[in-house]
């Protein structure tokens, strides 16, 4: 196919995510990508600021990556998980038992992060069903938060925000408290909970689980919220008996600063959901992590056992790519590297906070955000940013960023002085 024929092809008959198939917006062909930099059709070079939604955290076609790939597929590139297992898969368990904290013990793998979140909540029901209280079915979340595209992950995504309002109605009803409004870098007001333990307090009888992003909040808002507020619900989950969620698919392998967004906590959620940057960006798996008293409670009551079984579930390329990108991560000096990130984003997008169309500039570990005042015009900025040579996707009035940590400073600064001028350029307009 030439240039032409591949984008007429892809524009009569591929269905994009979250696109128009009556107004399309541009499209751009990838021939390469490697390191920081994805090589499009027509040799034009973008630096990444996106990670390929949050995932390639070491950058493009790592040779220690492609290797553990290559190897894997020369032996098992799949095998059914039902009633057989393998090395990449038990060795990848062991890995993220050991990373994360207690009482995070037992692994089920998935496919993606919204299979993940879905399993979640599907652990949180048949836990209390299990324990002879089937009432505790409904679960609490607060506004401002994301978890995927699939059903049960649309319910409890911001009903405005989280990009699902047109399904209200068919979708399950569930709770939600208001945003925590105290920044990570606020002082920390007490109060800030009041929403939540009001919500906890009244519905507990009910509610089987309590499902947040920990500290940042993606999708829904790229909010960075205080510590204390997540430490709170986890005191009020445990008074109230209901199991804590964190999905941290996007926050997990370090992207917030700590290895885990829990952490700026110090807290242990009863269910921990992983995915993105859980191989690399280079394929699609999941993990859901829980207790012993979960997984035991689940197995003593009726049927017996979790209903849930992906075809893909522990697939061993994805697995062995997980064992390659976890190990690179840890021998790596990735806190200097997100340290560093953190300061460049800083000094880079500081420049926008004094442009009339910026409502809010904030920055955390690898990620950027810069708040419009109004939404952004896709069709209008993404070709901009392609003009300056680098990729970014905006959405909503979000215009935001989380590199590969492999990011040279050089880069960085191109990435954040185009993100400035495009921007800028916007308010003129």
Known sequence: MTQDDLLA??????????????????IYPVESASGVRIRLSNGRELIDGMASWWSVIHGYNHPVLTA??????????????????????VTLARHLVELTSDPLELVFFADSGSVAVEVAMKMAIQYFHAAGRPSKKRFLTIRSGYHGDVFHCMSVSDPVSGMHQIFKGVLPEYLFADRPECSFYDEWDRNDPGSFEKCIAEHHDSLCGVILEPIVQGAGGMRFYHPEYLRRVRELCDHYDVLLIADEIATGFGRSGKLFACEHAMIAPDILCLGK??????????????????GEMISSGDPGVFMHGPTFMANPLACAVANASIQLLLESDWQQKISNLEKGLQLGLAPCTDLKNVADVRV?????????????????IQPAFVEKGVWVR?????VYVMPPYCIEQEDLAVLTAAICEVVEEEQRR
């Open 9 to 26: 092809f892809d524009r009569q008959h591929i269905w994009h995510p979250y696109s128009s198939i009556s107004k399309p917006l541009p």
């Open 394 to 398: 905006p959405f909503g009035r979000l």
């Open 364 to 380: 955390l570990g690898g990620i950027g955000v810069v708040e419009m005042r109004e939404p952004v015009d896709m069709g209008h």
């Open 68 to 89: 553990a790939l290559q190897e894997q597929a020369a032996k098992l590139p799949h095998v059914m998980f039902g009633g057989l297992t393998h090395e990449p898969a």
């Open 277 to 294: 940057a859980l191989t690399g960006g280079y394929m699609t798996l999941a993990a859901v992590l829980t207790s012993r008293n979960v």
